[in-house]
């Protein structure tokens, strides 16, 4: 008996227009953590469907246990012991939490209804796993990005499952949820001899638990089953994007006056904003802190007017401004908002690439009569997709189509096209390779350099300490403390945190 | 990407051609009387009119919605224009464009109660349906309007093309072409397509969603009065009754159309020929089979064997044309 | 109570009972026993015909052949009953398998091509409609067994009509179902978000085809109970069907895009709608205004009990993603 | 010397009233030596699909239509264009509103039923009483021309009669079963008598009335459905205003004949009036009650027999 119990010969998979994976190799050891790792699009996700029978290989061998299996189906795969959390969020919205975690095995009573007394005990006793404090009769939608991250592992391990393939787990996690399930990972495998696939942009957390690292690039192994103490983050990285990584270089000399741009002034808002003072500068890149759910994207919302605001004002150039809708915050303020949430709130997934990037210029480009055409939006747009080097057959491919670090360029490329003043960027890097990561970082500094004013949100503190220069941090929706970022990580980040757990 | 197969062949409007073509040579060679003039002429007039409400439909479907008042809508435009004519002594081309104006009203309505209530477009038009309807009814007495103009009435027989044609066909087929630039070539066609594709999404990148949608409904208004100027001009009179109790007679070649031509329902796509073959498609097989005499309680049940493969090729046409396109 | 102003089915209890309170001080007949045999007769008829489109309305599909399917079954019961004097048992049989069989055309097509079941579902409609007019040529059927008639117009005691318990029963099977078993779950799961359901390994194929054999049963049940109600099997049973069977799950706060339905509340909303048109009748109406009259109150209706959700409802959309 | 006659019966959609022209149609042929005479129904009751039928009827060849019109006012336009292609048409069992190019109308004359129904109600109630009146579409012209009829003959019974309620839109058998038992709850004990002016209705209302097995209410329905029929038998309804469907469709196809072979409508032809039409032929209109109901067949036939004979001579000058 071999040592894998996973092995993937020769995976080429096809899509109209793609070719995703080209002769991939994996292996999978019992008992270890394997990092699979590959830029945007690198065909990470399209593997992990395979292994899962949500996609069927065009060619190529899969084995479980050594004997050769194909499943025809996701439950198939469920039925053979294999768990899986998708990079796309895939719990049932309108169903409770307990619900969703049961789903595939909701426990019955003796006339064969399901027991929602069950439901509610078993489901509490992952969510306790997993240290979720969350009543299990919580309807999804009214948890947070975080939470629904939290709760869709812990609907994984319920199965328990001896293969586990995590695709993107951390990404909406913050620094101490991820710490927690790195633990609940290790004890797993050491404990229950689970073999886990994890899938992941952030390469601090590959050198945190991984054992073993399988590189893909454009579909292809860069590398296979290797060792990660033959590794560094260097080597890694040349291996995902095929040359040296580049350093973040920190905006080094501030060139903000002391102007202030926009100006929030006590503001009180339906959703429970208190009191919220907040100042940005020309040319200054604000940044805005907090663990998720702290109030930050709802705060940019309810300034866009997408939300009501009670009492307060805004001030633009010292000017009292009301802002009723973010058309009104584009075309008359020249303000953007690039979303968190790419697929419900920053892209059309079925309208194709070019439509996507182009959408906030159209009222700037149109002609006579309305008049627009494509090659009007392409000259415009082209440029900054080009910068981002989106990762697309053509202008005409669908956005659905695209790998999700590719859409997530698209919806950035947007908003730089539009040419605003202020911008509000939420969450920028989610699902982004590193390689884009520092193109988008580079650009922001850019683009701040260039006089716009930016307001960053973001949960990645190594991203907020290099990019910021000032930081201001949010708890329940109110503003707990200010700091003028200095760039360095160990002062900034011990400052930070202390004004959160104050 | 694969350049072996014509980018136009991959879409539906091409399957739809194709289904279109097949049926005019087995309706030519099947039956005697299909090629008549007369009832080339007569085909004409129908589809000019299943074209035009196909097109009401499918601006409302493009926001995800459905616009169930059309037909109720249409009718009392209609029934409001031979007011004009005949009551008022309104010139014909100012009844024009107050009917238009008239409807895109009714529209306007449908869409600004949906937008501020939030009540669902289906339960507001079904209402709206109930409404336009009781009151065309009430303030016609249900009495039709027989005295118009002959230059209209004139107008909806006239025959073109060496009398093959009604000049009602050339209308629709030209609103087809305004539209499919409106929807092609300009910022607030766009703008109507994203707002119905992810409405959140377009909000947020700073298109007026709320008014987009009203526009939708507004244009599907106008589409249906215009269809209602059509249909007046063709039965040479504007009668209550004309699209059937509650303007119900509209809605099913309201929605075979631009399903058959590939707009989808969920919103964020239209097909404007593609509405425009589906309606012509539909009319033919209605034609045709009262042509061969499959007898007529039968008719509907072949129309609908018929309407099902029709898809169903369609639907092989797609993937077939999708695993062409596979590079290997 | 908290838990309670959640409950879809609240609002619209609240707008019944004092509705129905409103009407009664004014005309006292609405609450006479007659009327409310009338009014149980009605709202039974279409409680079958509104669960028949509700389970197709969950898993976030429409079909527009329920009047279609519940016709060619009346008139197949009664003809099988008129020409071929089969006794009713095997003729109630005949009637559900056929209204099974319509189901599992339309769930079978639907899912196997991936077209949109509106689409299938308006070419089945032509076809079953179509088999109805070619099979009677627009002649009712009349011969009906005594048993059959007594069963559409007695009543058990007091108001109470014998025609109630089958829909009573169904509505409790379908609270069961949508609510207690897996299969209802899984199809309001696959309602919510197809993709995601297939992911977590529920079978489409099976869903869909649930639905839609469910969906042709309680239509079928529909034709059967209509033909022993009218004591003839007319043709034209079921065309008035499809915007009833819309209204009262919307009514109820159904979502057409899927994955939202009530079983409670849409029972509700079939009430609502006979209680709206019966007062009509009752308040003496001019026939001219009654349109008008309907349309406002199944607006105001709908507006009452959904205004708590507007910000959720604002944008959804008629159908889901295909 | 005009070719033989294909004779198009068209209904206005599929509807049991008018099965009989089928037979009649076929009688037709065999008995005065048409080429055809065919009953061609539309497959929806929707104007749009009537005219779509008949428009292809003329590429089929038939040269002769005989019509109920989908619509009393919009049926004309159709009319006019098959009459400038040389084919006659005429409008049967219900008349197109003049101005028209139809050659007559043969049928009932809508009204004027409505107007002996609710009389022959009033006589039945004794001169006094509640009635209500149970109508089809209301956007149907023929519907208002009924509503009015019935008032009209109300207020000739002097004080005594009174119209209590009008229900109108229920041509469908559920919302006609729903609305006329509502009415019967609030209204049951109240209203003496019953007028319905289309089939549905008074097919529904027959047999809420026999369900309810009251007999105290009298009720005057329309048309032959077996149920009115049979409740009539059974003392449930009084009597209802039966037409003649069968003798429509055969002296149509007949005289449609004539029409072609050059005959011409006398000038002074003894034509009747109605609302709609001054070039009305009644195809016979009678009222039936339970006296009558088992032989009404013969006496329809009578009344066919009559008209035939005595047809050309009345109203055709014929080429001899
Ligand atoms: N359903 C699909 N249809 C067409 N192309 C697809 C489909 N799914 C994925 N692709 C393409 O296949 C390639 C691999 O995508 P995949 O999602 O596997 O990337 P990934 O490595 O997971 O990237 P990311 O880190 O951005 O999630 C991409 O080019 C993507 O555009
Ligand atoms: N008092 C509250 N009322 C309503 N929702 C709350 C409340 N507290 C927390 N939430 C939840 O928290 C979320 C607010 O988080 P928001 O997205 O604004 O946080 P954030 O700081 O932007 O975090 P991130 O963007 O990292 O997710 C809401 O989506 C909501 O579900
Ligand atoms: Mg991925
Ligand atoms: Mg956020």
């Known amino acids: ?502 | 990407m694969n350049n072996k197969i014509p980018n136009f062949v991959k879409t539906n409007q091409f399957g739809l051609l194709i289904l279109v073509i097949v049926f005019i040579c087995i309706f030519s060679f099947s039956t005697d009387g299909f090629t008549s003039r007369f009832n080339i002429y007569a085909l004409s007039r129908v589809v000019a009119l299943d074209i035009m409400i196909g097109l009401a439909m499918m601006v409302v479907i493009l926001t995800g919605g459905l616009n169930l008042s059309l037909g109720a809508l249409g009718v009392s435009a209609a029934m409001f224009g031979g007011w004009c004519m005949e009551s008022m002594g309104i010139p014909i081309s100012i009844t024009i464009i107050l009917v238009l104006a008239f409807g895109s009203f009714l529209g306007w309505i449908n869409g600004f109660v949906t937008v501020r209530t939030g009540v669902h477009s289906f339960i507001v038009t079904l209402a709206t349906m109930s409404i336009y309807f009781g009151f065309m009814t009430l303030l016609t007495e249900a009495e039709a309007f027989r005295k118009l103009p002959e230059a209209f009435t004139d107008f909806g027989s006239l025959k073109l093309f060496n009398k093959y044609i009604s000049p009602l066909l050339i209308i629709s087929v030209l609103t087809c072409f305004v539209l499919y630039y409106i929807f092609k070539y300009t910022d607030i066609g766009r703008k109507l397509i994203a707002a119905g594709a992810n409405p959140d999404a377009a909000e947020l990148s700073g298109i007026s969603v709320d008014r987009m949608f009203i526009y939708c409904h507004m244009l599907s208004g106008f589409l249906a009065a215009l269809a209602g100027i059509m249909l007046t001009a063709r039965i040479g009179a504007a009668i209550p009754s004309m699209a059937g109790h509650l303007g119900f007679d509209w809605l099913l070649p309201a929605f075979l159309a631009p399903v058959l031509g590939g707009t989808l329902l969920s919103g964020g796509k239209v097909t404007v020929f593609g509405t425009m073959l589906g309606a012509i498609l539909v009319t033919l097989i209605n034609n045709g089979l009262y042509l061969i005499d499959v007898g007529e309680f039968w008719v509907r049940f072949f129309l609908g064997i018929i309407l099902l493969g029709a898809v169903l090729l369609d639907r092989a046409r797609e993937y077939f044309t999708v695993k062409n396109s596979i590079v290997s | 109570m908290s838990a309670l102003l959640k409950k879809d089915w609240f609002g619209l209890g609240l707008v019944l009972i004092f509705g129905s309170i409103l009407i009664s001080l004014f005309k006292p007949a609405f609450i006479s026993p007659f009327n409310l045999y009338v009014l149980m007769l009605s709202v039974s008829l279409m409680l079958v015909v509104a669960m028949s489109q509700m389970i197709i309305i969950a898993i976030g599909q429409m079909n527009l052949s329920v009047g279609a399917i519940g016709g060619l079954v009346a008139i197949s019961f009664t003809g099988l009953m008129e020409v071929y004097s089969m006794s009713i048992l095997p003729a109630v049989l005949i009637g559900l398998l056929i209204g099974l069989a319509c189901g599992f055309i339309n769930g079978y097509i639907t899912v196997k091509t991936g077209i949109s079941a509106f689409i299938i579902t308006l070419a089945t409609l032509y076809i079953f409609k179509g088999m109805n007019l070619g099979i009677t040529e627009a002649q009712p059927f009349y011969e009906i067994p005594e048993a059959v008639k007594f069963f559409g117009n007695a009543k058990i005691f007091g108001p109470i009509p014998y025609l109630v318990i089958i829909p009573i029963i169904i509505t409790v099977l379908m609270w069961i179902l949508m609510n207690r078993t897996s299969l209802g779950r899984y199809m309001l799961a696959y309602g919510n978000n197809v993709q995601s359901s297939e992911l977590i390994g529920i079978s489409s194929t099976k869903i869909v085809i649930y639905a839609h054999v469910i969906s042709g049963l309680l239509a079928a049940i529909g034709g059967m109970l209509v033909v022993c109600r009218l004591q003839l099997g007319t043709p034209n049973i079921g065309d008035s069907w499809l915007l009833p069977s819309f209204a009262a799950p919307v009514i109820g706060g159904a979502i057409l895009a899927g994955g939202k339905v009530d079983v409670i509340a849409t029972a509700f909303g079939v009430i609502l709608v006979s209680i709206i048109s019966q007062a009509l009748v009752i308040f003496k109406i001019d026939p001219f205004f009654v349109q008008i009259f309907l349309g406002f109150m199944i607006l105001l209706a709908v507006f009452i009990n959904r205004y708590r959700e507007y910000r959720e409802e604002r944008r959804t959309k008629v159908f889901s993603d295909e | 010397g005009h070719g033989v006659t294909k004779v198009a019966l068209v209904p206005g959609g599929p509807h049991p009233y008018f099965a009989a022209w089928e037979q009649a149609g076929l009688d037709a042929v065999q008995d005065f030596g048409l080429g055809k005479a065919d009953y061609r129904v539309p497959a929806e009751w929707d104007l749009s699909q009537q005219n779509e039928l008949i428009e292809s009827l003329v590429g089929q060849g038939y040269n002769a239509v005989l019509v109920f019109p989908g619509d009393a006012v919009g049926t004309n336009k159709i009319l006019g264009e098959l009459d400038d292609a040389g084919i006659p048409t005429a409008a049967l069992a219900g008349c197109v509103e003049q101005p028209t190019q139809a050659k007559f109308c043969f049928g009932t004359d809508t009204g004027h039923s409505a107007y002996l129904g609710t009389k022959e109600l009033i006589k039945a109630l004794g001169g006094k009483g509640k009635i209500a009146h149970f109508t089809g579409f209301l956007v149907d012209p023929n519907t208002t021309l009924r509503i009015n009829a019935v008032e009209q003959a109300v207020s000739e019974a002097g004080g005594g009669v009174e119209i209590i309620q009008v229900i109108a839109d229920i041509d469908a058998y559920e919302p006609a079963d729903e609305k006329i038992n509502a009415f019967m709850a609030a209204q049951g004990s109240e209203v003496d008598g019953i007028v319905t002016t289309a089939w549905v209705p008074a097919v529904v209302a027959a047999q809420a009335l026999t369900n309810m097995g009251d007999k105290r209410i009298k009720m005057v329905g329309i048309d032959h459905d077996e149920v009115v029929l049979k409740a009539i038998k059974d003392g449930y309804v009084h009597g209802t205003m039966l037409q003649n469907p069968y003798g429509q469709g055969y002296i149509g196809s007949y005289v449609m004949d004539k029409v072609r072979q050059g005959c011409e409508f006398k000038a002074d032809a003894p034509w009747k009036s109605t609302a709609q039409t001054d070039q009305f032929i009644d195809s016979g209109t009678v009222f039936v009650d339970i006296s009558d109901v088992d032989t009404y067949v013969m006496a329809m036939r009578g009344i066919s027999l009559e008209i035939l004979e005595t047809f050309d001579s009345t109203y055709l000058n014929c080429p001899s």
């Open chain 1, 1 to 502: 008996m071999s040592d894998y119990i996973l092995e993937l010969n020769n995976i080429t998979k096809n899509f109209p227009g793609v070719k995703a994976l080209d002769n991939a190799n994996f292996k999978l050891k019992r008992k270890s953590i394997h990092a699979l790792l590959g830029e945007n699009g690198a065909g990470k996700s399209t593997l992990i469907k395979i292994i899962t029978g949500v996609y069927n290989q065009n060619e190529g061998k899969l084995f479980l246990n050594n004997q050769e299996k194909s499943f025809s189906s996701p439950n198939a795969a469920i039925n053979a012991g294999i768990s899986v959390v998708h990079q796309e969020r895939n719990l049932i919205r309108r169903f409770s939490v307990g619900e969703n975690l049961m789903l595939t095995n909701l426990p019955k009573n003796n006339l064969g209804l399901i027991d929602y007394n069950t439901v509610a005990k078993e489901s509490k006793k992952w969510l306790n796993i997993m240290e979720l404090d969350i009543d299990p009769n919580t309807i999804v939608s009214d948890l947070t990005v975080a939470k629904m991250q939290l709760c869709e592992i812990a609907k994984a391990l319920s199965l328990e499952s001896k293969i586990l393939l995590l695709d993107e787990p951390t990404s909406s996690l913050s620094p101490q949820d991820t710490k927690n399930l790195f633990a609940l990972l290790k004890r797993l495998v050491a404990e229950q001899d689970v073999s886990i696939v994890f899938v992941s942009h952030k390469l601090e957390e590959v050198f945190e638990i991984c054992d073993e690292v399988t590189v893909l690039r454009d579909g292809k192994n860069a590398c296979e089953s290797e060792q990660i103490t033959n590794l560094n983050r260097q080597k890694l990285v040349k291996l995902m994007i095929g040359r040296d990584e580049q350093i973040i270089k920190s905006k080094k000399d501030v060139n903000f006056t002391d102007e202030n741009l926009l100006n929030l002034q006590s503001i009180n808002t339906d959703l429970g904003h208190k009191n919220i003072n907040l100042n940005l500068k020309k040319g200054e890149i604000l940044g805005l802190y907090g663990l998720v759910g702290a109030g930050r994207t709802e705060l940019i919302k309810c300034v866009l007017g997408l939300d009501k605001i009670n009492s307060g004002q805004i001030l633009l150039n010292n000017k009292e401004i009301k802002i009723k809708s973010p058309k009104d915050a584009l075309e008359k303020y020249k303000i953007g908002y690039i979303s968190e949430d790419r697929k419900k709130e920053g892209l059309i997934l079925m309208h194709d690439v070019l439509s996507n990037a182009g959408i906030t210029v159209w009222s700037n480009l149109k002609k006579i009569l309305s008049f627009l055409n494509d090659s009007i939006v392409h000259n415009k747009v082209d440029p900054y997709v080009k910068q981002l080097e989106v990762k697309t057959p053509s202008y005409q491919q669908i956005v659905s189509n695209l790998s999700g670090g590719n859409q997530q360029k698209i919806s950035v490329a947007k908003w730089l096209a539009s040419g605003t003043d202020i911008l509000f960027i939420d969450e920028p890097t989610v699902g982004i390779d590193i390689k884009t990561k520092s193109y988008l970082h580079e650009l922001i500094i850019e683009l701040s350099l260039k006089g716009t004013s930016i307001i960053l949100i973001t949960s990645d503190m190594p991203e907020m300490i290099s990019l910021a220069d000032r930081i201001i941090t949010m708890k329940d929706f109110k503003v707990v403390g200010e700091t003028i970022n200095n760039h360095n990580y160990e002062e900034m980040s011990s400052s930070i945190m202390g004004n959160i757990h104050e």
